[in-house]
């Protein structure tokens, strides 16, 4: 893996010393010092002025604070339409945190057991009878990623908005062998959850797009959140651009069937329901405290995929702070909760960088400088 890059950290101390002004440290605007607002303003705009990023959404919800809501940039460079904050994205690997939480609703409620093999519930996966349903949440089960095999990256470039069921995503996976045996390393794969999707379907005899609502967006009144089958966004939505690692010029991006995802990536959100999310993934109402504090503890170091520190069942470690990103096609995103201090910050950016740079989130760079200023604050 790719390790960070210290020039992120670099951007949030700039932003800070940018930003100071003593004259304002004895104000109070909007219920935040000024002093706080300039700084979160001027930590995102370094990141914007270095990746030359059309538009930015960013909230920092922090316990005893005001909430800092802010839209940067453009949803439509050429058109000039600003960015809105009430914008849907596509929250792509996200979605990985949401199938999780089901599946230990589900081991919450006796349907299911973290120890149950794969096999029991979906046929013709290789190890499947050796696959705990812990591996798949906690990226350890050693399937190969269905979206990185040659066939099904044929197809989706030739029709990004093909319609895909679920089956026939992780057929491609299935029809190779593992990479290692359930248990033995962590590999990030796509695979994994739509694979747990597809149980918990299953189990709860009904779409996976039903039993989201009934079960997570419902209850924590997500009005603007949804697991679709077609890839028209709500509006105001913003449009997706890829950045040239090397000239950082954009172009546009086009939108994806969130089928070709499923519960690996296909949920729309907003940036407030967002944040609400974050919240949840640092407090875990859905599942209990028992289960939130398992989620974490069968954490392992990252060795491939998306950079956090570590990553448990559905959730991941960056620095001090938990929650989940992520990234494909134009979007990039982020929200993390600090378990100590019960902040959390969420981050949608629409573009992705192209030329190599699968290690660059925009969305966790951003991230990382208006953290740097949470924890200085």
């Not at 991230?367 to 740097?372: I, V």
Request: proline share 7%; glycine share 8%; aromatic share 6%.
């Amino acid at each position: 893996m790719t390790p960070p890059d210290p020039s992120r950290r670099r951007l949030a101390q700039a932003a800070v010393a940018l930003a100071a002004a003593p004259w304002l440290s004895s104000c109070i605007l909007d219920g935040l010092s000024p002093v706080v607002v300039a700084d979160y303003e001027a930590a995102v705009n370094e990141v914007i002025a270095s990746y030359r990023l059309p538009g930015v959404l960013a909230a920092v919800r922090n316990p005893g604070q005001t909430q800092w809501t802010r839209a940067f940039g453009k949803a439509n460079l050429a058109r000039g339409t600003a960015l809105s904050t009430a914008s849907v994205f596509p929250i792509r690997s996200i979605t990985k945190s949401f199938t999780v939480t089901l599946l230990l609703q589900l081991v919450r409620d006796g349907a299911i057991a973290l120890d149950h093999t794969i096999d029991r519930y979906i046929a013709g996966v290789p190890n499947g009878s050796l696959i705990k349903l812990s591996d798949l949440a906690g990226m350890q089960s050693g399937l190969v990623d269905y979206s990185a095999q040659q066939g099904f990256r044929d197809l989706f470039a030739a029709n990004p908005l093909r319609l895909w069921t679920e089956r026939q995503l992780v057929d491609y996976a299935l029809a190779v062998p593992p990479l290692v045996l359930p248990g033995a390393q962590y590999k990030y794969s796509n695979t994994n959850t739509v694979l747990l999707g597809m149980l918990i379907a299953n189990v709860d005899a009904q779409p996976l797009a039903d039993v989201m609502a009934a079960r997570i967006f419902g209850p924590l009144a997500l009005a603007n959140t949804a697991y679709p089958s077609l890839a028209t966004l709500a509006d105001p939505h913003p449009t997706p651009y890829s950045i040239n690692a090397d000239t950082l010029l954009a172009t546009e991006a086009p939108l994806i069937s969130p089928t070709a995802l499923a519960g690996s990536g296909a949920i729309t959100s907003s940036l407030a329901d967002l944040l609400t999310w974050g919240d949840e993934l640092g407090n875990g109402s859905l599942i209990g405290a028992p289960l939130q504090a398992l989620r974490k503890s069968t954490s392992r170091l990252v060795t491939n995929g998306p950079e956090y520190t570590r990553y448990g069942l559905g959730i991941g470690q960056i620095g001090n702070w938990w929650g989940h990103t992520g990234s494909g096609i134009g979007f990039q995103v982020a929200t993390m909760n600090n378990p100590l201090s019960k902040a959390t910050i969420a981050v949608m950016v629409n573009a992705t960088p192209d030329g190599g740079r699968a290690d660059l989130n925009y969305a966790q760079v951003v991230f990382e400088a208006l953290a740097a200023v949470v924890e200085s604050s």
